[in-house]
């Protein structure tokens, strides 16, 4: 019960999804072909909330819901790393037609064939958690 909260911010995280077509395949094909402003808006919308509830949670100090304070780590400024894992996640995104959000709000939205995708999705994080420690860091 102590976690009812969490499974109202996912439904209305998939009210959102379904509502903005932001788990639509022709939406996000039509961003990746510059064709359409409608993915970047939501994408960009997203970007500045992130930055003010990352200001907010800095500034005012807040907690996770353990009680833990929420810290974050200073980045990595090698270049590579990021445009090689960004490279792979938008050709994952590309082909598939969906980012882990929307996979899972695609499957509750009745496209079952996106059971396929969130087993390739899990498996490949699965695999790096196994291989983490192998990779460059």
């Known amino acids: 019960m102590k976690f009812i ?3 109202v911010v996912g439904i ?3 009210i959102v999804m379904a509502k ?3 788990l639509s395949w ?3 094909q039509e961003m990746f072909r510059f064709q359409s402003f ?3 808006g939501i994408i960009g919308t997203a970007v500045v ?7 907010l949670i800095k500034k005012y100090q807040w907690k996770d819901y353990q009680g833990n304070p929420i810290q974050f780590a200073p980045k990595d400024k090698t270049f590579w790393r990021y445009l090689l ?7 994952g995104w590309a082909l598939s ?3 882990p959000g929307p996979m899972v709000v695609n499957i509750g939205y009745g496209y079952l064939s996106f059971i396929v995708v969130v087993f390739f999705a899990s498996l490949g994080t699965y695999l790096y958690g196994v291989f983490q420690n192998k990779l460059p860091h």
Not at 49 to 55: P, R, Y
Not at 85 to 91: A, E, M, P, T, V
Request: charged share 5%; aromatic share 16%.
């Open 49 to 55: 909330l992130g930055v003010i509830g990352t200001a």
């Open 85 to 91: 894992g960004g490279s792979i996640f938008g050709l």
């Open 26 to 28: 022709y939406r996000i």
């Open 38 to 40: 409608h993915m970047y």
């Open 5 to 7: 909260k969490f499974l």
């Open 20 to 22: 903005s077509q932001a």
């Open 97 to 99: 037609g969906a980012c």
């Open 12 to 14: 209305l995280f998939g």
